[in-house]
Structure formats: structure tokens, C-alpha cells
């Protein structure tokens, strides 16, 4: 018999500068630890401080979503698309860490992908004050090939 996952819940972080949303996951996070707990801290941070950074840490004891917590997911991100400034994602997953990397594309500021071990660097980043340069800086093992790529070499 397995045991159920622990209720997921979203816990604030202290110790970042104002302009920061430091969260970190914890058990199988629904629906209602998003409207409860991570959207109105996303709203209050925004309304604050106008575009936020955010640093989204999964917690060891981190279980997975629900089908509703990632609809709700995708709502905040669309909603927010942009009103951050730079996001720092981290964690030892790996589907999660794939999948941020792929819609990292998608988010109009430079999003990282740090392991747990680059905690430290992730936060060094997140709250370094130097000017992005535009659009998501997540570093991609392999490349999507474009067209030029499957043009046969010119005579």
C-alpha cells in the first residue's frame, strides 16, 4: 500500500531583496495551494514592486502537481507573462527541469535552470542587479534544426 502524497503547499523565503518572489514547493501542489498561497503572493509582489524576480525552488519533500495546479500554472504565466523581470528555477527533477527549459523560449526575460547543488549561484543571480539582455537565457543541450540547417551546401 503506498502512502499519499503529502498536501503541497507553497512557503514565502525570506532573506531577498524587495523586488523578489522566493517560493519553494513542497508535497503534491493543487489547485489551491495556487489560489491561495502562490497567486496572491504573485499579485501583492507585483502590485508592490511593479515587474518581480522570481526564484521558484522544489523542496526535497516535492511530490508533483495536479492537472489543476498546472492548469493554473499555465494561467499565471500568461497572465504574467511579463511582470518578471528574470526567473531562477531550481531543482533536482529532471522533467521539471526539461520542461522549463522548453517553455523558457516563450518568457520575454532570462529565465536559468540551476540544479539544487547551485543554490547558492541561483541566488547570487536572482538578486543580481545588472540589466538582463532580453529574452530566456537557458542553456539547450541541442539545438532545433532550421531550414538553413537542411539546405544542401551551395555550388
Same mark, same amino acid.
Given at each position: 500500500m503506498t502512502t499519499p502524497a503529502a498536501k503541497g503547499h507553497f512557503t514565502i523565503l525570506d532573506g531577498f531583496p524587495s523586488d523578489v518572489l522566493a517560493i519553494e514547493a513542497h508535497g503534491r501542489i493543487d489547485h489551491d495551494s495556487y489560489t491561495t498561497e502562490?497567486? *496572491?503572493a504573485i499579485q501583492a509582489k507585483i502590485a508592490a514592486e511593479g515587474k518581480v524576480k522570481l526564484f521558484y525552488r522544489i523542496g526535497a519533500e516535492f511530490s508533483g502537481y495536479t492537472m489543476g495546479a498546472a492548469m493554473e500554472d499555465a494561467k499565471v504565466g500568461f497572465l504574467h507573462l511579463a511582470d518578471f523581470a528574470r526567473v531562477a528555477f531550481v531543482s533536482d527533477v529532471e522533467w521539471m527541469n526539461l520542461?522549463?527549459?522548453?517553455f523558457a523560449p516563450m518568457i520575454p526575460c532570462p529565465v536559468r535552470v540551476f540544479s539544487e547543488?547551485?543554490?547558492?549561484?541561483a541566488k547570487a543571480w536572482i538578486v543580481a542587479?545588472?540589466? *538582463?539582455k532580453g529574452g530566456p537565457e537557458v542553456a539547450a543541450d541541442h539545438k532545433l534544426l532550421t531550414i538553413e540547417d537542411r539546405m544542401p551546401p551551395a555550388d
Open positions: 502562490l497567486i *496572491p520542461a522549463v527549459k522548453l547543488a547551485e543554490t547558492a549561484a542587479t545588472d540589466e *538582463p
